[in-house]
């Protein structure tokens, strides 16, 4: 299945009368549109590997049908999704969920679709088929150095898949932890799981980043060894130059303020990147912007405040991934849409008149500073992030040309009612 460039167009076409005209009022309201037109235009979103499959809970999974079957089938679904929004261009792999079978055949088909590698992903939280030793107990935390040494060479051996594939990125997500009072010695827990990742820091190429996921709780539910941006900010600080704190939206406590840990970390050169998703109670993983879009915007708010003198370049900058995976909706739909709830929140921080917010904030006067935040936020940009697309060549309405062409329903004739990813 493809969406070619006269679809695209004639989809376009049909729309372009009515996004002319709420474009035109927009940037009536809106100072700066045309920049921020060209900012979204820059942006990219990586699409993680895991989410293309409709994923399950622990109580069932109810599969879609169409779903990828292997490495270049999820990478065919991310170049779907880029033709459309031309804001997805690259892949973030999981391993061994993914395993390339062929580095060059690979990269040749991810550049065929435009793609690129983001961060490759370990996996510690899993025993896999034929494993000599077990995580029940923890992986980089072990009591035991064998079986440390055994999560260690398996990062060591995802950097090298990442090489191949022209990654920069490892992003290290522990399940370690303890789910009873006593099962664990806190320090020595820290101690051992700091020592490991000295070991694996040592392994990144000099042009690599490392992120260090933190996660509050699940499936240890009593204590996590990376459980917030505190003890995560502690291990980068020590691993190194190249290590960085990666921002989970769902590993928070309840009510957590995300945007100011965002902030912190910018100010401290520590924020690596994000897994965007949203929830109402923990790791939800729900579509990004889905519950919370308000919160979004604010995190962009810091991101765009705390960037800006640096000129915010997201290529090289931070890492933007969403981590997302569902098990009510079409994953590409759904995917399409969490794209659609980032760029719409970036352009609403971008709408933010800085000078303005400083001075209310340098006054102390509070209603000011909350009248420009939510007459950003409350001002309609659909139409600006509708324009990024079209002058990218993608769809005015991804979600829409999506669904009349019936892409499911293809993928479906392709490849069947009843596949499963491998992943979640
Ligand atoms: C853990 C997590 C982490 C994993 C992914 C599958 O909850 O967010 O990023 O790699 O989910
Ligand atoms: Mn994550
Ligand atoms: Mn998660």
């Known amino acids: 299945m ?19 005209a709420k474009l035109s009022f927009t940037r009536s309201e809106v100072p700066g549109a045309e920049e921020i037109i060209q900012k979204l235009t820059a942006f990219q979103i990586a699409i993680p590997s895991w989410a293309l499959g409709t994923g399950g809970t622990r109580f069932g999974r109810f599969s879609g049908g169409g779903e990828p079957r292997s490495l270049e ?59 000599p030793h077990s995580y029940k107990f923890g992986s980089l935390q072990h009591v035991d150095k064998t079986i440390r040494q055994q999560a260690i060479d ?68 009593y204590s996590t060894t990376v459980g917030d941006w505190g003890m995560s900010y502690s291990y980068v600080q020590k691993l ?73 370049n997201h290529a090289t900058d931070l890492g933007w991934m969403i981590d997302a995976s569902h098990n009510v909706k079409d994953p590409l739909e759904d995917l399409l849409q969490s794209v659609e709830a980032i760029m719409l929140a970036y352009a609403q921080a971008l709408s933010v008149p800085r000078r303005a917010l400083e001075d209310a904030q340098q006054n102390n006067d509070v ?3 909350q009248e420009i935040l939510q007459n950003a936020f409350r001002t309609d940009l659909r139409a600006l992030v509708a324009e990024a697309r079209l002058r990218a060549g993608a769809a005015l309405n991804p979600v829409a040309l999506y669904r009349s062409l019936n892409v499911r329903q293809n993928l479906i004739n392709e490849r069947g009612l009843k596949t499963v990813a491998t992943g979640l």
């Open 2 to 20: 493809q969406v070619l460039k006269n679809q695209i167009d004639s989809h376009n076409e049909s729309l372009l009368l009515q996004h002319e």
């Open 73 to 131: 089938e999820k990478i065919e679904d991310v170049g779907l999704l880029h033709a459309l929004n031309q804001s997805s261009g690259a892949i973030s792999l999981h391993i061994p969920w993914d395993i390339p079978q062929d580095y060059r055949a690979t990269r040749i088909l991810a550049a065929q679709h435009g793609l690129t590698f983001d961060a490759v992903n370990s996996n510690t939280f899993q025993d896999q088929p034929g494993q």
């Open 154 to 221: 398996h990062n060591i051996e995802v950097i090298k898949h990442g090489i191949e594939l022209g990654s920069e990125s490892l992003t290290v997500w522990l399940s370690d932890g303890s789910c009873f009072p006593g099962q664990l010695n806190f320090r020595r827990a820290y101690q051992n799981t700091l020592e490991s990742l000295n070991e694996i820091y040592a392994a990144l190429p000099d042009n690599w980043k490392l992120f260090l996921e933190y996660k509050a709780f699940e499936p240890n539910f």
């Open 240 to 312: 190194g130059s190249k290590a960085y704190t990666l921002v989970d939206l769902g590993h928070h406590l309840p009510n957590a303020n995300i945007e100011q840990i965002v902030a912190l970390l910018l100010m401290e050169g520590k924020l690596g990147g994000f897994h965007f998703n949203d929830s109402k109670y923990g790791d939800d993983d729900l579509t990004a912007g889905a519950i919370k879009p308000y919160q979004l915007f604010l995190i962009f708010n810091e991101l765009v405040e705390g960037m800006d003198a640096r000129v915010m």
């Open 367 to 369: 209603v000011t500073a």
